[in-house]
T-cell receptor, first 116, second 113 residues
C-alpha cells in the first residue's frame, strides 16, 4: 500500500524567501507523484507531476520538485515566495494496478503562509 | 474546454436525511473519482467510476454510493447522514483513470446538522 507524509503542517516564510515543502512517500512500485495547491473554498489545482524520466520537474507559478528515489522524497520548492502563494499544498501518489484505478493517496497537507 | 463542475456548491442537511451530489467531468474524460475532505482525516478516496462501472472503492461504509451515466456524469449519494459526514466532497476527472493527471472540481460543501 502506498502512503504520503508531508513534514510540517504549517510553513511560514517571508515574501521573497525560499519555499520548501517536504514530501516523503512509500510505494511498492515506481510511483507517479503529484503536487496540488488548494486556495480557500476551491478545488485542487495541479502544480506539477513526476511520472518517469527527468527527476527535476518544473511546474506552474515557478514551482519545481525533485524526485529522489533513494530518499523516497519529492520536495516542492520555489526560489522566491510571493504573497499569492499562500495556500494549502498537497503531495499525492498514484500507483499502478487494479486497486489503484483513479485513486490518489494524499498527504495531510501543508499550509503555507507568506509574510510581507 | 470547460472544467469539472459540481452541483450544488453548498448543502445543509439534517441527520438521517440522504443527499445526492453531482459531478460533470471535462469533456472526453471517462474516469470520475470522488474524494472526501475533512480537517481531521484530510483527503480520502471514496470511489472511481469508468464507463458506468465502479472500478475502485475506498474504505467507506455502504451508506456512500455512486453511479456514472453514459455521458460520464457522475453522482454520489450518502444515505442516513451522520454529523461526521460534514465535509467538502470533491470530484476529479481524467481520461481513463490510469495514473493520468486528475482535474478537480470546486467541490460541494456539505453540512450535516
Amino acid at each position: 500500500a502506498q502512503s504520503v507524509t508531508q513534514l510540517g503542517s504549517h510553513v511560514s516564510v517571508s515574501e521573497g524567501a525560499l519555499v520548501l515543502l517536504r514530501c516523503n512517500y512509500s510505494s511498492s512500485v515506481p510511483p507517479y507523484l503529484f503536487w496540488y495547491v488548494q486556495y480557500p473554498n476551491q478545488g485542487l489545482q495541479l502544480l506539477l507531476k513526476y511520472t518517469t524520466g527527468a527527476t527535476l520537474v518544473k511546474g506552474i507559478n515557478g514551482f519545481e520538485a525533485e524526485f529522489k528515489k533513494s530518499e523516497t522524497s519529492f520536495h516542492l520548492t520555489k526560489p522566491s515566495a510571493h504573497m499569492s502563494d499562500a495556500a494549502e499544498y498537497f503531495c499525492a501518489v498514484s500507483n499502478a494496478g487494479g486497486t489503484s484505478y483513479g485513486k490518489l493517496t494524499f498527504g495531510q497537507g501543508t499550509i503555507l503562509t507568506v509574510h510581507p | 474546454k470547460a472544467g469539472v463542475t459540481q452541483t450544488p456548491r453548498y448543502l445543509i442537511k439534517t441527520r438521517g436525511q440522504q443527499v445526492t451530489l453531482s459531478c460533470s467531468p471535462i469533456s472526453g474524460h471517462r474516469s470520475v473519482s470522488w474524494y472526501q475532505q475533512t480537517p481531521g482525516q484530510g483527503l480520502q478516496f471514496l470511489f472511481e467510476y469508468f464507463s458506468e462501472t465502479q472500478r475502485n472503492k475506498g474504505n467507506f461504509p455502504g451508506r456512500f454510493s455512486g453511479r456514472q451515466f453514459s455521458n460520464s456524469r457522475s453522482e454520489m449519494n450518502v444515505s442516513t447522514l451522520e454529523l461526521g459526514d460534514s465535509a467538502l466532497y470533491l470530484c476529479a476527472s481524467s481520461p481513463a483513470g490510469l495514473r493520468e493527471t486528475q482535474y478537480f472540481g470546486p467541490g460541494t460543501r456539505l453540512l450535516v446538522l
